[in-house]
Structures are given as C-alpha cells and as structure tokens.
C-alpha cells in the first residue's frame, strides 16, 4: 500500500446498498487530522439505500447504479471513479459482488467489513448462524477484497462475546458498534 505523503488524504469511495452508518462513521473519521483519508464519492445500487443521505448532509457528490438498468454497471463506476481520482475504496453493506476485472484494476485498494469473525460465516445471516451454532464468541473483520468472496486478507478482527439472551438482532446491533471502531482502525493501519 502507498505510504502517505504531506497533508494530502487519499481521495476515497464508499458502496453501499443499506442504512449507511459505517458510511456515516467513515465520513466523520475523514474528517479528523489523523484519517488517512478523505471521503469524496458514495456510490450506491440501488437508490433506496438510506445511506445516500448522508451524501447530500455531508455535501458528497452520490451515484447510483442500477446494476439492472446499466449494461455494463462496472466499466460506468470505473470511469467516474477515475474522474473523481478516487485511489481507494471502502465497502460497507455493499449488496452486490464485484467482478474478478474491477477488482484486478483496483488490487489491494479495495477493503470491506464483515460483521463475523472471518473464515467464519462468510456471506450473509452471520448472527442467526452465530447464534444457532451456540458460538460464545462472534465479532467483525475488516479484510481486503478478492476476487473469492470474504475471503482477502485480514486487516483487523474484533472478538465479541455472545450473550445466551442475545438475538440476531441485539447480536447485530452490539457488533455493529465495534465495526465503527473496527473500521477506521484498518484504515489507518493499512495506511500507517
Ligand atoms: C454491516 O454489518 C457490515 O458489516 C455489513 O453490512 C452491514 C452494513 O451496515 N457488510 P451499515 O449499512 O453500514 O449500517
């Protein structure tokens, strides 16, 4: 990963598909000195994504992409991408699965959070899958993105502990918690 130099913060995307708060975390994460980052572009699949207002209360440029309207939805985002000069990309709640080429033209610049403690429950429903499994432990990762799905390198993990009353959705609000911790942290240690 390039070392950061000056003042400069890297110009960053965020895709997102849902409710947005890890897009909200960031966005008040690259605002602070230390962030290596700087949060200049929300794309999103689908246009009710509750998450694309905060690019209108944050004053960030927002793009949709219908990936059933757009033929080739990719090679669309990767030429606003380039016109944005965006050099990395941040995942959070990203409901579509980009191809082996967008992320080959983007390698090792695009990271994600999973909210299990991957190689655990990759894919979706982690909680319920925690849960019905009798884990006593969960948590989230932030991981680079591959080609094969939640499978990239490591960045950070945070281990979180299951309570026997816990439901997939108290489950899902504790760990979501940690992602906004979780999140910022990889970012500045992969940049670090
Ligand atoms: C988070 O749990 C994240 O780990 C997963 O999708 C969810 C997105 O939540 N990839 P939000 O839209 O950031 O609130």
Do not use: W
Not at 113 to 140: E, M, Q, V, W
Not at 148 to 156: E, F, Q
């Amino acid at each position: 990963m390039e070392k950061l130099t000056g003042l400069k913060k890297i110009k960053t995307a965020v895709f997102i598909s849902g409710t947005g708060s890890n897009l909200r975390n960031l966005i008040k994460f690259s605002k602070i000195k230390k962030s290596p980052v700087s949060i200049n572009l929300i794309i999103s699949n689908t246009p009710l994504a509750k998450g694309l207002r905060f690019a209108d209360q944050f004053k960030i440029k927002k793009k949709i992409f219908n990936f059933m309207n757009f033929k080739d939805p990719e090679k669309n985002i990767l030429s606003l991408i380039k016109k944005e000069k965006i050099r990395f990309i941040c995942l959070a709640g990203f409901m579509k699965i980009l191809s082996k080429d967008f992320i080959k033209k983007f390698d090792g610049k695009i990271i994600n959070i999973h909210p299990s403690l991957l190689p655990k429950y990759k894919g979706l429903n982690t909680h319920s899958r925690a849960i019905n499994n009798k884990d006593k432990f969960t948590g989230c990762t932030a991981h680079y993105v591959t080609a094969r799905l939640d499978s990239g390198k490591i960045i950070l993990q945070k281990k979180i502990k299951i309570a026997a009353k816990d439901s997939a959705d108290t489950l899902a609000k504790k760990v979501l918690k940690q992602e906004h911790k979780l999140y910022p942290a990889a970012i500045i240690k992969i940049f670090n």
